[in-house]
């Protein structure tokens, strides 16, 4: 089990979410390698957009082993290619992090707020 799988456990497929790769209320024309118009984004609900980047961090984990392992087989990837994406996957895990500490801390100052 991946970090990713491991820290949204509750999502049972985790790779069943990705509406940045055209299954979100935009449809086809959401693309992670495009970045989304200021008209896309008001259309689009938060939920889609978190869980998108969910979704490309987890791709990112993937596309790093999947190099790793490439490397280690003999496959035809250079070193700097390996190295760039196992660190691209962890700068992007490190961020999303960084999110999540920073919503459960917004998330427990709600909490406290006395009425």
Do not use: H, W
């Not at 990713?4 to 790779?15: A, H, M, R, T």
């Not at 760039?84 to 909490?111: G, L, P, S």
């Amino acid at each position: 089990m991946d970090g990713i799988s491991y820290l949204y456990s509750g999502i049972q497929n985790i790779d069943s979410f990705k509406p940045r790769l055209g299954t979100g209320p935009l449809g086809d024309r959401m693309n992670p390698d495009r970045p989304m118009t200021d008209e896309e984004i008001k259309r689009t609900s938060f939920s889609d957009l978190l869980l998108g980047s969910i979704g490309e961090v987890n791709m990112m984990q993937k596309r790093a082993d999947q190099a790793v392992e490439k490397l280690m087989t003999g496959g035809e990837i250079g070193t700097a290619e390996v190295l760039t994406a196992v660190q691209k996957a962890d700068i992007a895990f490190k961020m999303m992090m960084q999110m999540r500490n920073k919503f459960v801390q917004a998330y427990q100052e709600i909490q406290n707020i006395r009425v």
